[in-house]
């Protein structure tokens, strides 16, 4: 089963993001070519009217020039408890906790619980400098095109992410996991 965003972020993500555009003063089909997302799906999510992958929102970030972290307003004032991004129905969930960005990379530490057949998938074709994770209970897999690794509650692994991932709990029990990706800033021109 594969989740999504919850329908008050995704409202306040298209709000964001088209004050963000608006700002820079870009149309949506500048926007749209750099980010590589279609026009139609931009203002799908512009309206929230579309329920967008991280991924895509990654990408979408790194068109106006920030992170998805800034997009959520997460960062230095927000409440510790962070704000729940992603969901299913089955009872899975990913809080972005908190974010803090210096020139060249954003930080972001997530907490995530998987349950049952749910899975995450990332990778949004940002290249991402590294990704470092925690179980802190049941057992994590992590699936790459290089194979699949569990990692067991207390431990933990460092992973470059160059391409398409998921996480899923393994044996479709529970687990329970943090975890910090280091995403590169767009260079401001």
């Known amino acids: 089963m594969s989740g999504g965003m919850r329908p008050a972020v995704v409202e306040r993500l298209g709000e964001r993001i088209r004050a963000a555009r ?26 929230g009217q579309a329920n967008p992958s991280v991924a895509i929102l990654d990408r979408i970030a790194a068109g106006l020039g920030t992170t998805f972290a800034a997009l959520m307003g997460v ?71 290089e194979g699949t690794q569990v990692i067991e509650a207390g431990g933990s692994v460092r992973m470059v992410a160059r391409g398409g991932y998921s996480y899923r709990a393994r044996d479709a029990q529970a687990a329970v996991f943090l975890s910090v990706a280091l995403m590169p800033r767009p260079a401001r021109g």
Do not use: C, F, N
């Not at 003063?25 to 512009?46: N, P, Y």
């Not at 210096?102 to 290249?127: H, I, N």
């Open 22 to 47: 608006q700002e820079l003063d870009l149309s949506v089909g500048a926007l749209a070519e750099a980010s590589e997302v279609s026009r139609r799906m931009l203002t799908q999510i512009e309206l």
């Open 75 to 145: 960062g230095a004032d927000d409440a510790p408890e962070g704000v729940e991004i992603w969901s299913t129905d089955a009872g899975s969930w990913a809080v972005l906790l908190d974010a803090m960005d210096t020139e060249s990379v954003s930080v972001e530490t997530w907490k995530w619980k998987l349950v049952g057949e749910d899975a995450y998938q990332g990778g949004s074709g940002v290249a991402q400098p590294g990704i470092m994770l925690h179980v802190i209970e049941g057992a994590l897999e992590v699936v790459r095109e």
